[in-house]
């Protein structure tokens, strides 16, 4: 497939983003994409949008799999170009469009160099964290157990087409966590007679915020309080009901736990203290991406013999990929590739994928396909 034909199937899915959980178009419309390749099978999830296309069905070769993420963000689009979204407050604002229009791209070429079996991963709600585990819990994909699985993901910030690559944890372990609050209202000129929750919330806000300071952890951890809420707007009333929402993340799994615990410690604390039922809930879980060395001694290996810059940070970045769970499942590699050092950032409004690194993944999986194969 030439590659004006793959920008312009970029730019349809990009014009065209659905939010997590309800790709059903985009799905749709890369399966028939995905047909014109002959794959020897393609099976779609049955609670879901993801689905997996096989191809060269050799049990006597090692399986090499590639994933690739489909939906899109709640994140008002303010381009202006001609393909921007057309869907009200919804942007292509992570470059999943690029990133599955190079997985077609790639499928397009499997014919010039299939040797070994190949499975292509088209899987939905990256964005929320519960995409991969449930494809991989989906009752048609229990047949799926591959030797090496490989992924990228475009990062503004870098030189354009450079290869990032990491051993150990490439990205960070993530999870959302709720806490609720309640209490009782009463007048506000008579707070005595309520069981307010406002108290607690300062105290929880501070305890939560000083986590990563006040214990000790394995490696890197974080803790952001993103979101508060006290009572009704109303100048009369004592708030009996409160909500406080935080994002804990870390570079090591058990130390995500460790956040946790903590938490929920000092959630029961400002219950006991203040008088107030609590109740604490997670969302949107991350494990830590955990690279195999194999795996990422063959990306390096890749980028080496199609002579592009490889980059390798120094620690793990801090935003997180549900990738993480494949790597949990079987041995592999997440890597980047860069989207030039001036692009916006991944979630900006003005976000874009390039489409100068289409035939750099390709190659990227080629090569990577190639070397895989052969180990």
């Known amino acids: 497939m030439d590659l004006d034909k793959l920008i312009s199937i970029r730019k349809h899915l990009h014009q065209n983003p659905e939010l997590s959980h309800k790709e059903k178009e985009t799905s749709r419309f890369l399966k028939n994409e995905i047909q014109k390749t002959s794959p020897a099978d393609l099976i779609s999830q049955q609670n879901g949008h993801g689905f997996l296309v096989k191809y060269k069905k050799d049990k006597s070769r090692p399986v090499i799999a590639f994933r690739t993420d489909i939906d899109a963000l709640p994140i008002q689009e303010i381009n202006t170009f001609d393909y921007k979204s057309r869907n009200q407050g919804v942007g292509h604002k992570c470059g999943h469009d690029g990133h599955a229009t190079s997985m077609l791209g790639f499928a397009h070429e499997l014919k010039d160099v299939l040797d070994a079996p190949v499975e292509l991963i088209f899987q939905g709600a990256e964005e929320t964290g519960e995409g991969a585990d449930l494809w991989l819990k989906d009752t048609a994909m229990q047949g799926f157990n591959p030797d090496k699985v490989f992924a990228h993901h475009n990062l503004p910030g870098f030189p354009l087409h450079s290869i990032i690559v990491r051993n150990n944890v490439f990205s960070a372990a993530s999870v959302g966590v709720s806490i609720k609050l309640k209490g009782k209202t009463s007048h506000a000129g008579h707070p005595e007679r309520g069981i307010s929750p406002a108290l607690a919330v300062a105290d929880l806000i501070k305890n939560i915020e000083t986590l990563p300071k006040n214990y000790k952890y394995n490696d890197f951890t974080l803790t952001t309080v993103i979101h508060t809420l006290i009572g009704e707007i109303a100048f009369g009333t004592t ?7 935080a994002t804990l993340r870390s570079f090591d799994n058990d130390d995500l736990d460790t956040l946790c615990k903590y938490t929920e410690q000092h959630v ?3 219950s ?16 830590a991406t955990e690279n195999d060395d194999q795996s990422v001694d063959i990306v390096r290996e890749a980028a080496k013999n199609l002579d592009m810059e490889i980059i390798e940070p120094d620690e ?3 935003w997180s990929e549900d990738f993480a769970h494949f790597t949990l499942k079987t041995t592999g590699a997440l890597f980047g590739v860069g989207s030039g050092t001036d692009h916006p950032a991944l979630h900006n409004p003005d976000y874009d994928y390039p489409d100068e690194l289409l035939p750099t993944v390709i ?6 396909y190639r070397l895989s194969s052969s180990k």
């Open 239 to 245: 708030p009996g009901y409160a909500e406080v929402r």
């Open 268 to 270: 029961q604390e400002v």
């Open 272 to 287: 006991q203290k203040y008088g107030l039922k609590t109740e604490v809930s997670y969302q949107e879980y991350f494990p």
């Open 316 to 318: 793990p970045f801090r």
């Open 363 to 368: 190659k990227m999986y080629k090569e990577i």
